[in-house]
């Protein structure tokens, strides 16, 4: 098997070619040999036509214009008698104590056939239709016999002439083949070249694009197979096309780990800032309260401080170890939640901590009851409403809503304030971003809360969006029932 493989060609081009050429040798060979069987019998039936013409002018001969009393002088019928027979015409005459037979030769001589020939015509069988018989010394002939009042009558005609042209119309089909193999190995090459043209095309383009630097940074655009390449209707316009939905899923694919990439290397570095700040401060007071000159109370100030960025630090890690939970796929608490109750709840706090806003509830007639986890929804609209207390001025009219349907609950907080600046909407939930400096009055806050609140939405199989104008800005929280 090994063997066979090394023999096929590795090439599709020479594949193709050997192909076309084994095929046109396969045709040539077939219609030779149907030619040749059929010029054959054509040609041995035109010889059997005239060995039973001969034979019936022999019977006749032997019949009508011989005497009777046997050969000369007495032995029998004279043969000699016959005529109308052309040159090669065999003629013979057996009985059962005699035999004799001629040959007509060119120019209207006799040949006289041996007792050796004789004994071979002796054998032949007596059927209707003519027998071939190689008699040596003459030759290939097609042989007649028959039963005319007791005499074994043979009539022949030669059939070399048949082998002959047999000969030659071989001859010219094997050299006609031979040629047509040639021509449409030839073509074969030209046209297979041509028609493989596209797809090394095809090819081109892809080692191009595996030659790119793909393992780091961004990729952009990579090179395409041409829109005449990429024809549907055809094979390669069907590789061509696939290659090209390929690339671009590639492109997408290497794009947003590129982004995925550098969102990681920001948040780590957005981390590694909020951490150095709480810990900066929490060593700079340790440092003031080891001094030998510090009194008690400013040692009570400074333990107060660094209790403030610890708490403030492990907020920061808990947020950060939450969302790498939620990124991971960590299923949440599933059991039943009171919606109204908790954004009730959650609007009191709120009251508590920013008095100087208005703060509205829009609920309906009866409790809204969805299944998650309540410590996490309830994390979620605490953010909502943190982040409209932080980022809008005093007087800022908040109103919360909650509705239900059969599909589930929308929790919608709605205010009034500035709005979010058209530029931050796109980034809005993701990880540290913060409001711009001229709508923020309160520079806590690490830019955790809106994606802390979008992961734990998405968590529940629900929605977090945002609708932004200024004087009317909407957070709108959809979770299925």
Same mark, same amino acid.
């Given at each position: 098997?090994?063997?066979?493989?090394?023999?096929?060609?590795?090439?599709?081009?020479?594949?193709?070619?050997?192909?076309?050429?084994?095929?046109?040798?396969?045709?040539?060979?077939?219609?030779?040999?149907?030619?040749?069987?059929?010029?054959?019998?054509?040609?041995?039936?035109?010889?059997?036509?005239?060995?039973?013409?001969?034979? +019936?002018?022999?019977?006749?001969?032997?019949?009508?214009?011989?005497?009777?009393?046997?050969?000369?002088?007495?032995?029998?019928?004279?043969?000699?008698?016959?005529?109308?027979?052309?040159?090669?015409?065999?003629?013979?005459?057996?009985?059962?104590?005699?035999?004799?037979?001629?040959?007509?030769?060119?120019?209207?001589?006799?040949?006289?056939?041996?007792?050796?020939?004789?004994?071979?015509?002796?054998?032949?069988?007596?059927?209707?239709?003519?027998?071939?018989?190689?008699?040596?010394?003459?030759?290939?002939?097609?042989?007649?016999?028959?039963?005319?009042?007791?005499?074994?009558?043979?009539?022949?005609?030669?059939?070399?002439?048949?082998?002959?042209?047999?000969?030659?119309?071989?001859?010219?089909?094997?050299?006609?083949?031979?040629?047509?193999?040639?021509?449409?190995?030839?073509?074969?090459?030209?046209?297979?070249?041509?028609?493989?043209?596209?797809?090394?095309?095809?090819?081109?383009?892809?080692?191009?694009?595996?030659?790119?630097?793909?393992?780091?940074?961004?990729?952009?655009?990579?090179?395409?197979?041409?829109?005449?390449?990429? +024809?549907?209707?055809?094979?390669?316009?069907?590789?061509?096309?696939?290659?090209?939905?390929?690339?671009?899923?590639?492109?997408?694919?290497?794009?947003?780990?590129?982004?995925?990439?550098?969102?990681?290397?920001?948040?780590?570095?957005?981390?590694?800032?909020?951490?150095?700040?709480?810990?900066?401060?929490?060593?700079?007071?340790?440092?003031?309260?080891?001094?030998?000159?510090?009194?008690?109370?400013?040692?009570?100030?400074?333990?107060?401080?660094?209790?403030?960025?610890?708490?403030?630090?492990?907020?920061?890690?808990?947020?950060?170890?939450?969302?790498?939970?939620?990124?991971?796929?960590?299923?949440?608490?599933?059991?039943?939640?009171?919606?109204?109750?908790?954004?009730?709840?959650?609007?009191?706090?709120?009251?508590?901590?920013?008095?100087?806003?208005?703060?509205?509830?829009?609920?309906?007639?009866?409790?809204?009851?969805?299944?998650?986890?309540?410590?996490?929804?309830?994390?979620?609209?605490?953010?909502?409403?943190?982040?409209?207390?932080?980022?809008?001025?005093?007087?800022?009219?908040?109103?919360?809503?909650?509705?239900?349907?059969? +599909?589930?609950?929308?929790?919608?907080?709605?205010?009034?304030?500035?709005?979010?600046?058209?530029?931050?909407?796109?980034?809005?939930?993701?990880?540290?971003?913060?409001?711009?400096?001229?709508?923020?009055?309160?520079?806590?806050?690490?830019?955790?809360?809106?994606?802390?609140?979008?992961?734990?939405?998405?968590?529940?199989?629900?929605?977090?969006?945002?609708?932004?104008?200024?004087?009317?800005?909407?957070?709108?929280?959809?979770?299925?029932?």
């Amino acid at each position: 098997m090994e063997r066979v493989r090394r023999l096929v060609p590795a090439s599709l081009t020479a594949r193709l070619v050997a192909t076309v050429v084994l095929l046109v040798a396969l045709v040539g060979l077939l219609v030779s040999a149907l030619t040749t069987a059929a010029l054959d019998k054509r040609l041995t039936g035109q010889i059997d036509k005239e060995v039973m013409q001969s034979h +019936d002018r022999d019977v006749r001969a032997l019949q009508h214009g011989l005497p009777i009393g046997g050969f000369p002088d007495g032995g029998g019928p004279d043969i000699r008698d016959a005529r109308a027979q052309g040159a090669g015409t065999l003629t013979a005459y057996f009985t059962q104590g005699a035999s004799s037979g001629i040959v007509l030769t060119a120019g209207g001589g006799r040949k006289q056939l041996t007792v050796a020939e004789l004994a071979q015509l002796r054998a032949l069988p007596q059927t209707d239709r003519p027998t071939a018989l190689e008699v040596e010394g003459l030759g290939d002939y097609r042989f007649l016999a028959s039963q005319v009042d007791g005499i074994t009558l043979v009539t022949g005609i030669a059939a070399g002439e048949v082998d002959d042209t047999l000969a030659t119309i071989i001859a010219w089909e094997a050299l006609f083949t031979l040629l047509a193999v040639g021509v449409a190995g030839g073509l074969a090459v030209v046209v297979v070249r041509r028609q493989l043209e596209p797809l090394r095309q095809v090819a081109r383009t892809a080692h191009e694009v595996a030659a790119l630097p793909l393992a780091t940074g961004e990729v952009g655009v990579t090179a395409r197979v041409p829109e005449s390449l990429t +024809d549907e209707r055809t094979e390669v316009g069907q590789v061509g096309s696939a290659l090209n939905v390929l690339l671009g899923h590639m492109e997408s694919s290497l794009d947003a780990r590129h982004r995925s990439e550098q969102q990681v290397r920001q948040f780590v570095a957005d981390a590694s800032h909020e951490l150095r700040t709480p810990l900066a401060t929490i060593q700079g007071y340790t440092e003031l309260g080891l001094r030998a000159d510090a009194d008690p109370e400013r040692v009570l100030h400074v333990l107060e401080r660094v209790q403030g960025e610890s708490r403030r630090m492990t907020a920061l890690v808990e947020d950060l170890l939450l969302l790498a939970r939620l990124d991971a796929g960590r299923p949440l608490a599933r059991e039943e939640v009171d919606l109204t109750h908790l954004v009730l709840e959650a609007v009191g706090d709120a009251r508590v901590v920013a008095p100087s806003h208005r703060w509205q509830l829009d609920l309906g007639d009866e409790a809204v009851v969805v299944t998650g986890d309540a410590q996490r929804l309830h994390q979620v609209v605490a953010n909502l409403l943190t982040n409209a207390r932080r980022h809008t001025p005093a007087g800022t009219t908040v109103t919360v809503a909650v509705r239900g349907s059969e +599909d589930g609950a929308v929790v919608t907080v709605h205010d009034d304030g500035p709005g979010v600046p058209a530029e931050l909407q796109p980034t809005l939930f993701e990880r540290f971003t913060r409001g711009d400096a001229s709508r923020t009055r309160d520079s806590g806050g690490a830019g955790l809360g809106l994606s802390l609140a979008h992961a734990i939405a998405a968590a529940h199989g629900g929605t977090l969006s945002c609708a932004s104008a200024p004087g009317d800005t909407t957070f709108t929280l959809t979770l299925p029932a």
